[in-house]
């Protein structure tokens, strides 16, 4: 079924619209409320995260609103009431959001985004905001990974075939490509996004010629870069001798790029071929490899002395592989009451990790004035200026006794602000801008918390008075739960 007047309004999960319509109902749905979008736990068990999905959920929100279409199934289909659906059709996001910036290192249990709006408007956009930002942020941090063990080697991205479905492979490998991928084999996206294109030619191409002579030799007479795929055969016997006939044959007609291995042991043959190729003169022609690869195999590669430049990189990168789902949550840390007033709240969870952080928060990177590295982020309550400070106590939230004192630093508030008002106020950096951010930033990290295999856990601490009115809220809580025990 299409719709010409389809909206993203209703990408969302059928409680958002019926807590929506209690609020209504009650009269409390223009409340402020506040809540804080953040994962839990870093995922591949990474030291560090790369944030991506802003510039999708400025899309979103901006764009925010009941369409006709949306309004009649909502009536006539799930049966909401006529005065529920007028209220509907006037909804727009009026709240503000604040969010670190799309390519920023992120970490487990910090406000990555903030939103404070009327309770019914606040709600209905939490599933939408966390789609988004789950996959995306999950892909960029994949893509960081596979880019942190290749050193400055090409990385092509290739998931598209694999991606789950095509808003996916989309969204996938912009977020890929803010983590430090190269390029990807997507026109769209090249189209959309300008992320530069680029591919090689596959199996089919050699088997519809049926032999490989003849295949690469038409390929080079029309394209003047060429990688030649040469494992359709037999990669040492068959495959880089026709490549190496092809491109003397050639010779300056065409440029005689590399040649890809897609099968076989790749360590062994990669060094056969760069020997070929040596011999007959092509040092200048790269190895490219692909083939199931991730950041485990590649580095397995590298230690058996692989002689590969460049790596296309596909299923595991865009579908996260070995960790399918990122987890971030949508948590409400305050409320205006009866009387205008905003007041904490808390989630308690026998999981201590679980225990939501209440109020409204600022989030710090503390930078380290004499060797400009991040020493921890800090998270604040809304009125508190840390550069005011001489010395800043940082302790870990949950192992309090695990602490240091930071002097000659310099905070870094991480939010920006993004809609005020349900204005947007912000203006999204160029995507290659973003790129060049992640890896400015990645400087700030000591290598022990970028390695890929057991990093260490870089501090994400709350300042005293966060903690203090935390440790509040979990007292008031007790007292109300105690008080209804008969
Ligand atoms: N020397 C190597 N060390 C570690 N892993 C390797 C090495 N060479 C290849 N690999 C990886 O091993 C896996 C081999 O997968 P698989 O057995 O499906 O491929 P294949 O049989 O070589 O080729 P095909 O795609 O034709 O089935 C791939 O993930 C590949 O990247
Ligand atoms: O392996 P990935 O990281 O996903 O990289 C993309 C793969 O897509 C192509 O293979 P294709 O889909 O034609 O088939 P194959 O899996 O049999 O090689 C290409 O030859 C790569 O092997
Ligand atoms: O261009 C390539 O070589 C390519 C593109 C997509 C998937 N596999 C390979």
């Not at 966390?130 to 596979?146: D, E």
């Not at 060094?271 to 580095?299: P, Q, W």
């Not at 009866?338 to 503390?366: A, F, Q």
Request: with cysteine; charged share 25%.
């Amino acid at each position: 079924m299409s719709y010409t007047d389809d909206s993203l309004a209703l990408h969302t999960d059928l409680y958002q619209i019926n807590m929506a319509e209690t609020y209504w109902e009650d009269n409390v749905h223009k409340r402020r409320a506040v809540f804080d979008l953040y994962f839990r736990k870093l995922p591949f068990d990474n030291g560090i995260g790369v944030f991506a999905g802003l510039e999708k959920i400025i899309d979103f929100i901006h764009h925010f609103r009941f369409s006709k279409s949306d309004l009649i199934y909502l009536k006539e289909e799930l049966g909401y009431a006529d005065d529920f659906i007028d209220y509907l059709k006037t909804v727009r996001f009026t709240g503000n959001i604040k969010s670190v910036r799309e390519g920023e290192i992120v970490f487990g249990n910090e406000p990555i985004l903030r939103v404070e709006a009327p309770l019914a408007e606040a709600q209905l956009i939490e599933t939408a905001l966390l789609n988004i930002v789950n996959y995306q942020t999950l892909i960029a941090t994949k893509a960081c990974r596979i880019r942190q063990t290749v050193g400055e080697q090409q990385l092509m991205e290739f998931g598209t075939r694999r991606a789950h479905e095509m808003d996916a492979a989309i969204w996938g490998t912009r977020a890929a490509f803010i983590g430090g991928f190269d390029s990807t084999s997507n026109v769209r996206a090249g189209k959309l996004f300008g992320i530069p294109v680029s591919g090689t030619h596959a199996h089919s191409m050699i088997q519809a010629y049926r032999d490989e002579y003849t295949a690469f030799k038409k390929y080079a007479q029309r394209h003047k870069n060429c990688v030649f795929l040469v494992d359709t055969y037999d990669t040492l016997k068959s495959g880089v001798p026709n490549a190496i006939k092809v491109a003397k044959e050639l010779g300056n007609q065409i440029n005689f790029t590399g040649v890809r291995l897609d099968s076989g042991d790749m360590a062994y043959l990669s060094k056969e071929a760069r020997k070929m190729l040596d011999d007959a003169g092509f040092h200048e022609t790269k190895i490219v490899a692909s083939n199931d690869l991730d950041e485990e195999t590649i580095l397995s590669l590298q230690a058996q002395g692989a002689k590969i430049d460049a790596w296309g990189v596909g299923t595991k990168l865009i579908t996260a592989f070995d960790q399918p789902a990122l987890g971030a949550v949508y948590k409400l840390v305050s409320i205006e009451n009866e009387h205008g007033e905003m007041v904490d709240t808390i989630k308690i969870s026998g999981n201590p990790e679980k225990v939501t952080t209440p109020s409204m928060k600022k989030l710090y990177r503390i930078v380290n004035t004499i060797n400009n590295r991040a020493e921890g982020d800090y998270i604040t309550l809304e009125n508190e200026y840390p550069n005011e400070e001489e010395k800043l106590k940082m302790f870990h939230p949950i192992h309090t006794y695990i602490s240091k004192f930071v002097t000659n630093f310099n905070a870094i508030n991480l939010h920006h602000d993004i809609f005020m008002d349900g204005k947007l106020v912000y203006e999204t950096p160029d995507l290659y801008e973003m790129q060049a951010y992640t890896k400015d930033q990645l400087d700030l990290f000591w290598d022990e918390y970028k390695r890929t295999i057991h990093p260490e856990e870089y501090a994400v601490d709350l300042s005293q008075k966060t903690w203090d009115n935390k440790m509040e809220n979990i007292k008031e809580v007790r007292k109300m739960v105690s008080g209804m025990q008969r």
